[in-house]
């Protein structure tokens, strides 16, 4: 991509400002419609069975670390600091491959390493293509997918990699509604992918869907979903976190079920097949039993959430 006259542009990652150089950055646009409901049944994003996930990986955007913590008795197993001098959005595939997102700080450009399981070090790191970027999801066949952010028009894109490439083989534009940025990535049963958007200055977000092996996205048409961190358990339950509150949608349903306050600002959620649900805010990770509105227990972290993700 070619940065010559690319501008400076201040956005908000993970509840964060940021200050990023856009180069221009060609794709297909989705055709947006009105409305589409959410698939009857779907699959957490980390893909799990119920009280499988052992391992949370939480990234800190401020802090410069990726902390793993424990899932069963929520003890600190591991910190990860090579590689992730500013780490965002993060994913565990299946295989238990950890990928994190270095977002934007003082220059345009970014990465994505990818961490072997149980890792401190990168076996490979991706730059061709990671501009702006915020979030990471890989499918179940192993494709990358990230989101960035363009400084012409404020919209958002995604690169999508095929399995052990290097180099974007698709752009594609995702439909927003103002500005603002995706603040999360997860996929339902179908094998389609979920976009969330949060709304900058209003308590809003969105949510659009990209069918597998379709450039086309559309709005889910979510009522009063208060940000765009998102997640899915294995009853088809669709989480949509910002703000202070997160708020759960029933399987083909666009109007919530239920609200959980949360007293902090989320930046990113996680939920495992069960529903037991993980939110992050700035210094910490609250967790709360399926079904709960107040958490069991609570995570210190040293800075700002920018990511959550569960591995086996």
Known sequence: MNVRGAKRFAVRIGG?????LAA?????????????TIPGTAQAASALSAHSSSKLYVSTLDGGSVVVYSTNTFTLLQTIT?????PGGVWADNRGVFYAVNVPDQSYQTSLPEYKPGAGAPFRTITNGIVNAG???VDSNENVYVTGVRTQDASIFLEIYPRGQMTPAETLTVPHTGLGAAAGLAFDATGALLVGESLFGKVKGAVYRLPAGSQTFTNLDLKKAPGGAIALDSAGNLYAGG???VVVYPPSSQTPARTIDVQQGVSAIAV???GELYVGTFGAVAVYAPGAKKPTTSLSIPGHAGGLALSP
């Open 16 to 20: 964060v400002a940021l200050s990023i």
């Open 24 to 36: 221009g950055c060609s794709g297909s646009t989705g055709s947006l419609l009105a409305t589409n």
């Open 82 to 86: 090579d590689g992730v001098p500013r």
């Open 135 to 137: 979030n990471v999801a």
């Open 243 to 245: 703000n202070n509150s």
């Open 272 to 274: 495992d097949a069960s």
